[in-house]
């Protein structure tokens, strides 16, 4: 998974201008099953697409820790933020967001989006170490 990401995150950062950081624990990051890590590959993906195309952000962090039974993926950019009132009523873009939050529960994770206007975005997506209980 992180060669992956950190190849995708390279390429994204030469087309975006964008400048994104990878951080990943100072131990080995655990393997993940070959579907939760494709899952997990997307949403970043997506998540990254909606920085570049809505944030106005200038820049981006990847982290991955591991809590619990979980790998913790956050994703986060100092761009404008979203209102997380309006996405509620169902204004502004969102079928993104549903799209990774599927993906994560998916394969038995969460998915939780912190924002504000002015003050940037963070996606936080939870999956399983381990395949047990993924459907």
């Known amino acids: ?14 087309q975006s201008g964008i400048h994104v950081d990878l951080v990943t624990p100072g131990r080995d ?3 993940l099953s070959p579907l ?13 697409a909606n920085v570049r195309k809505h944030a106005s952000a200038s ?15 956050t994703i986060e950019d100092d761009g404008r933020g ?4 309006q996405q509620a009523l169902g204004r502004g873009p969102r079928f993104g967001l ?23 975005t963070t996606v936080i997506v939870k999956v399983p170490l381990s395949a047990e209980g993924v459907a």
């Open 1 to 14: 998974l992180m060669p992956a990401v950190g190849q995708y995150l390279h390429q994204y950062s030469l």
């Open 36 to 48: 939760v890590e494709i899952q997990l590959l997307r949403i970043i993906q997506e998540a990254l």
């Open 59 to 73: 820049r981006a962090a990847v982290r991955f820790d591991t809590e619990g039974g979980f790998l913790v993926a």
């Open 98 to 120: 549903q799209t990774m939050r599927e993906r994560a529960e998916s394969v038995g994770g969460t998915f939780t989006v912190e924002s504000a206007p002015g003050h940037g």
């Open 29 to 31: 990051t655990p393997r």
């Open 82 to 85: 979203i209102d997380n009132g």
